[in-house]
């Protein structure tokens, strides 16, 4: 991974091919590994060293934009030229905004060089260490044990200058019987606070207490969600409603409802990527501070994430939410936070006379943006509760809810939050325990 002195040369030396346009450079580099098991065995061992460079060039109310991995001095003039080139055929836009002046920011550190250096034999003990103990019960064991670090760097021909660099591990892994399995994962900036033998043994918990699952019809029931599952809710909710260009075009199911109560009053959704949970840079990809931004407080919709165009759109102020430019997607929040309650999993448990425990989602997608209306299925543990006990493992099962029903049908939330991950990636969010009342389980699974 380069230092950001090097980083800062490469942008220097793209700066001074673009003499004479608006000239927006940012720089990547990072290491990544990963190491991957299936069925107790470690079947592959990768890893991958990268740099990368991209130019964004204005002039005339027009731009031009290219990117390349050749970060070498001739990669870096062809970069720029290939860039002059689709500047010269691309249509005159007056709404183009200049490049920003310097910007102060406020410093984020989330990087631990033991992370980013962690050797394959480190990985590799982990996971033995993991699927031993499932050899103990018989379990075949998947997942992932993944590690690296990465910098990025933004200039502009004003003179800004925004620098990151963080690292990253991840311990993935599934338990599985035929008919059951569990799963559980956590993923830190520091690969030391991740405690593998807690992983797999609540992961093997799962998939044994899972087996012989029963069935359960569909309807409407009281489900327990744990953190990887309210996650996706998340997700989808930052994609489709907190999308500053989405409400500027009314788009969102939050388009004229500022200050209207859209959830349940114990719901409050924040975006703050200086939470100490998250991982995440303090500008955004226009070189722009990010600010913490209250999304929903106590039920009631206060504003989404915005960049500089949906900002002018609306009347508002920008965030700091800016993909890279062009974007046609619009601003999105990524370090989504639900703010969380007064009671643990062990306590909604014993409250709950008749109802599910949900270890995660699978494969959720989104059938109508303006009611927020979802589709997915339950995975790697369906639980029933009866009496405040757990008493047997199901057959995963399909829903159809709308992530504002849920979120207006929250009975508790825990008092702790945890990082989470989701199967379309995103960024993750942090989270709660989550039960909720009226959940919608629409149709039986294969399995």
Known sequence: ?????????????????????????????????????????????????????????????????????NIADDGIKRCVETAKAALDVAESDSDLFPLPDPQEYRKIEKYNLVTHETTPEVRATGVKNAVDMFKKDDLGGAGIFSSGGSAFALANSKGLWAHNRSSNAKFSISAMYPDSSGWAEEGDSDISTINIDKIAAIAAKKAIDGRNPAEIEPGAWTVIFEPAAVAEFLLFLGWEALNGLAFAENRSCFSGKVGEKVVGENITIVDDVYHPLTNGMPFDYEGLPKQKVTLIENGVFKSTVHNRMTAKMTGLEQTGHSLPQPDSYGPLPGNLILSPGDSSIEEMIASTDKGLLVTNLHYVNILNPMTMTLTGMTRDGLFMIENGKVTKGLKNMRFTDSVLHVMSNVAAMSSKLYKTGTFWGGGGSIAPVMKVNDFHLTSKTEN
């Open 1 to 69: 991974m380069l230092n950001e002195s090097e980083l800062k040369t490469l942008a220097d030396k793209a700066l001074s091919f673009s003499t004479g346009y608006e000239t927006e450079v940012m720089v990547s580099s990072g290491d990544s590994a990963l190491t991957r098991f299936s069925e107790n065995i470690i079947t592959q061992n990768v890893s991958s060293h990268g740099a990368g460079i991209s130019i964004r060039l204005i002039k005339d109310n027009k731009m031009g934009k290219a990117s390349t991995g």
